[in-house]
């Protein structure tokens, strides 16, 4: 059965960072497009990063650029996402995704097959 399980969330500082984790089950992240996405209260769910390692290819957010990043541990397949330099427009419920969207949707939330429960991140003074 395939499966995301999210971690790392919490409550943070103004300027701190933090790496979200992302483990899967019943998949590898080599075989599909993986993309984190936040959402705020009282808003829509906004996109934040994207990678596809198939292809060798990175997106990311205007708001975030510079400021989060993905990575991964093949070993453990689990996907990361750190960030740093937070503010606190950046309090949002994170969820991870993975799936085979169509290009033209690999930086948004649309076209992902398997999401996480979603991680809290606070960041307040």
């Known amino acids: 059965e395939e499966q995301l399980v999210e971690s790392g969330g919490g409550l943070v500082s103004p300027g701190g960072s933090l790496r979200l984790s992302c483990a899967a089950s019943?998949?590898?992240?080599?075989?599909?497009?993986m993309t984190w996405v936040r959402q705020a209260p009282g808003k829509e769910r906004e996109f934040v990063a994207a990678?596809?390692?198939?292809?060798?290819?990175?997106y990311s957010a205007d708001s975030v650029k510079g400021r989060f990043s993905i990575s991964r541990d093949t070993a453990i397949n689990t996907v990361y996402l750190q960030i740093d330099s937070l503010k606190p427009e950046d309090t949002a419920v994170y969820y991870c995704?993975?799936?085979?969207?169509?290009?033209?949707?690999?930086?948004?939330?649309?076209?992902?097959?398997?999401w996480g429960q979603g991680t809290q991140v606070t960041v307040s003074a």
């Open positions: 995704a993975a799936g085979r969207p169509i290009v033209s949707t690999i930086a948004t939330e649309r076209g992902y097959t398997f």
């Open positions: 019943g998949f590898t992240f080599s075989e599909v497009a």
């Open positions: 990678r596809r390692w198939s292809q060798g290819t990175t």
